[in-house]
């Protein structure tokens, strides 16, 4: 009998301050974590702050920004696939993702790569920023933003180490010392000028660990797929992140988390743009993932039998997570979703991927 939802459960994060309500919290977190998938978090320190108002109100704005401008900070300049991507650039599941987007990171110094040292360490590096006077505030904003975000994150997991009757400690292994190089993105799904599709972007799972998204605007359009296949809507709560487990996460736990498969709908005919925040917590480069599991208690472990079987879903699987480093697989997913850029910077890898030259679209997920 497989354990269904019909809806994203919400959970508040102030709950764990106190003794009285830390094991309600708890509780919720295990049945979100094991039979969802996804869980908004509402009462967070990040966005009960007034950074939250800020980062809303700059996401249409730097879309706006003149287009010379975005194209001095397209992703095609950096090796470390930071920057701006235009309208339409990617697929997924062979058809168009109908968004245009703005990648930054943590920040983190480029790590001194040298030849014969593996490629993926040229992952890490400084992120791309608009001009100031153009966007008064916006770097150091986000720049704020996401490192904030990423504190939380390893909070988190602290909190879902507990949740699996594990050491508070047992995630440190895929966090580097000082802190991964984390990443994330503001996203804009305009309204489709062409009718005959409504993909912001296609069914998918996400590779980290975790990943904690704003939903910048107050239009619906993120579906979560329950465990019959059905969609269910996740729309936008204010002020709360919408948490996903990444398959990173379900690989390690021997999928007793789970990665969900999830998509987002462009806004309808007569709307207006849509706009998200994501953040997506990485993994430390060097660890393999499949070979890394952690070794979870009986209790915990019968949950996934519990939980029954998963259907199936429409998005791509991470199997390479069994076989190579983090680092390797994420930037193997780098390439195919953004070929223009490896054709730079990655050329050897641009010709595995890519024998017959740059295609017109990258594949995302």
Sequence with gaps: MTTNFSAVPILDYSQLVSPETRPEFISQ?????????????SNTPVLNSDI????????????????????????????????????????????????????????????????????????????????????PGFKDTFTSYVQQTQKLGEEILAVVAEALHLPPGAFSPFIEEGGNQDRAKIVKYPVPEDETSDQGVGPHYDGGLLTL????????????????????????????????????????????????????????????????????????????????????????????????????????????????????????GRVKSHPDVAERHYPELFKQYFPDGLPSHGSAY
Excluded at 29 to 41: I, K, R
Excluded at 237 to 249: C, H, Q
Excluded at 271 to 289: A, D, E, N, V
Aim: hydrophobic share 35%; glycine share 8%.
């Design 29 to 41: 977190l295990l049945n979100a974590l094991t039979n969802v998938g996804f869980f908004y978090l």
């Design 52 to 135: 939250t108002d800020k980062i809303i109100d700059y996401a249409p704005k730097f879309f706006d920004l003149p287009e010379e401008e975005k194209e001095r900070i397209r992703m095609v300049h950096s090796p470390h696939f930071f920057g701006y991507s235009r309208f339409g650039a990617e697929l997924t599941k062979g058809k168009v993702d109908q968004r245009e987007q703005f990648d930054i990171g943590t920040p983190r110094e480029e790590r001194g790569w040298k030849p014969g040292d593996p490629e993926f360490l040229r992952l890490w590096g400084p992120s791309q920023w608009p001009k100031e006077e153009l966007l």
């Design 213 to 332: 998204l704003v939903q910048a605007s107050p239009h619906r359009g993120l579906q979560v797929q329950n465990l019959s296949g059905e969609w269910i809507d996740a729309p936008p709560i204010s002020r709360t992140y919408i948490v996903n487990i990444g398959k990173a996460l379900e690989t390690v736990t021997q999928k007793v988390c789970i990665a969900t498969s999830h998509r987002v709908l462009s806004p309808a005919k007569g709307s207006t743009p849509r706009y998200s925040i994501p953040f997506f917590q990485m993994i430390s480069q060097r660890t393999t993932i499949g070979k890394s599991v952690l070794d979870l208690p009986p209790e915990i472990l019968q949950l996934k039998e519990k939980r029954g079987n998963v259907g199936s879903s429409d998005s791509v699987n991470y199997a390479e997570y069994n076989e190579l480093p983090a680092g390797q697989v994420a930037l193997i």
